[in-house]
């Protein structure tokens, strides 16, 4: 390499820099960034009257029939495509059979325990509701698949669980705020049910 060479490279990098040493030079990270999600305001229609219970969906989401292999009738998905999330309901008659609603709960809640391996909190809340009716709501952190899980029941007749799910990799902390929108539009579903007879 010519001395010309070596001294224009050299008079390049001072002259792009200061004169002190890169030790000298404090750097600052940046902060995590996430994409921007623009929430809609929440809108809610009523449950077309195909089901044992009535509530009322926020209008974006579209009602589909669950269909997995196993499901049953009257069961459903409230599909958000815009976040690409579901509340996946499943619903069963109790027939007035407290030993067929004690295998309900205890599988219900054996589904929300198989969480706890990745979650970092899991909290329980039991909710009275307009019907007087009574909830369990169930909430997740961390990086599990689902995030929000509910169970109602009057006890005879009626038994529901719902839990929220997404269909991307993307990490929870990024889906704080469409995991909040879809949780309000949870707990309005909650407070509008109303059992069919």
């Not at 719902?162 to 539009?185: E, H, K, M, W």
Request: aromatic share 10%; net charge positive.
């Amino acid at each position: 390499m010519s001395k010309h060479l070596i001294l224009a490279a050299l008079l390049g990098l001072t002259a792009c820099g200061s004169s002190s040493t890169s030790s000298d030079v404090d750097y600052i990270p940046k902060p995590k960034g996430y994409p921007r999600i623009d929430l809609p305001p929440h809108r809610y229609v009523t449950l077309p009257p195909n089901h044992p219970y009535q509530f009322e969906v926020n209008r974006m989401a579209r009602v589909l029939p669950d269909s997995f292999a196993r499901a049953e009738p009257h069961w459903i998905f409230i599909y958000y495509p815009a976040f690409q999330a579901s509340v996946q309901l499943t619903y069963k008659p109790v027939l007035n059979s407290p030993e067929r609603l004690k295998s309900m709960l205890q599988d219900s809640y054996k589904l929300a325990g198989k969480h706890k391996i990745k979650a970092t909190a899991i909290r329980e809340q039991i909710q009275k509701l307009p019907s007087g009716l009574w909830a369990n709501v169930i909430e997740l952190e961390g990086e599990v698949p689902t995030q929000v899980q509910f169970i109602t029941t009057d006890t005879t007749t009626h038994f529901l669980r719902g839990a929220l799910y997404f269909n991307t990799a993307t990490a929870n902390d990024s889906l704080a705020p469409v995991i909040q929108y879809v949780r309000q539009d949870i707990l309005h579903m909650l407070k509008t049910l109303k059992w069919r007879k």
